[in-house]
């Protein structure tokens, strides 16, 4: 008997079958890895919160600052704060980085130059703010530890860590009088910052003026620690909503932040979700003050 073969057509059929399969199912694995990466950054977060309960535990109630401004080289942060109680390295770096940010986001720990960490950003505006101005005056030139019980009143509803951009970096153009942001760059790459200045709470202070909004959740912040404001000194900030000085929230995970809470729970919210507490549309501080209140900042 004569074996009959595959004709070419059949043959065709069969691959353009197999391609259309792949195509459908090549979406659905990577949003499946990506599904996964986004629970184990979760798990990250939950573990972080938990070293730095211990380490308020260890210390009457005071938080850790996000970084400490004095020598040594790298500088003390959160991270190296927390070591002692959670010291297994890979918490510290988020799995979902990409390869621009896995570049210019590693920051060395003080500890130990040789680990790195990274992707993970401190509340540390109403947490923790190590900065030492001496040019300031009280109460804003000196560092800020928060203290369960007293700034941090509602722990459900107070930003701990999330995933984090970094901040993008000034730079001053004296021949047009302009300041212009670079693309995002080291600055804040291990904080959080809130949409609105701390101006009554927390280091109080931090940002002279505030910026909101735009349609694309960008923030205009006027100025940073020590930025040229508006109209001072001839120079004016860039594109409105440009978020100048911030380091804004990471969404990495399919468009939403990972975000653990004081009090340990962790989820995945919209960007917009964590600088509106209330839902009116209106941005506040309501999950970064450690009140739970939308009217304080």
Known sequence: ???RAFTLIE???????????????????RQALALARGGKSLSNLRQLAMGVELYATDNKGFLPAGAYPAPPTPRIRWTDAIWPYMSMREMYLSPQ???????????????????????????????????????????????????VGSAIQSPANTLLISDTEGAKAEQIDNAGGQTMA?????????????PLASKDLGSRGARRADGGP??????GYQGGADGVLRGEGGA??????????????????????????????AEARTPMSLDDFDGDGSVDNGFWNGLGRADRC
């Open 97 to 147: 980085l990409s390869g621009e940010e896995m570049q210019r986001m590693l920051t060395p720990f003080a500890h130990d130059p040789n680990m790195t960490c990274g992707g993970y950003g401190y509340n540390y505006q109403y947490l923790g703010n190590g900065r030492h101005v001496a040019t300031w005056s009280e109460p804003y030139n000196v560092p800020f530890h928060a203290r």
């Open 214 to 219: 735009s349609s694309s959740r960008n923030y």
């Open 182 to 194: 670079s693309p995002w760059s080291k600055n804040g790459v291990y904080t959080i910052d809130p």
């Open 236 to 265: 004016t900030r860039s594109t409105p909503g440009d978020p100048i000085c911030r380091a804004t929230p990471a969404a990495r995970n399919l468009g939403k932040v990972n975000a653990v809470w004081f009090d340990g729970h």
């Open 11 to 29: 043959l065709l059929t069969v691959i353009a079958i197999i391609g259309v399969l792949v195509a459908l199912l090549v979406p659905t694995v």
């Open 1 to 3: 008997m004569r074996r």
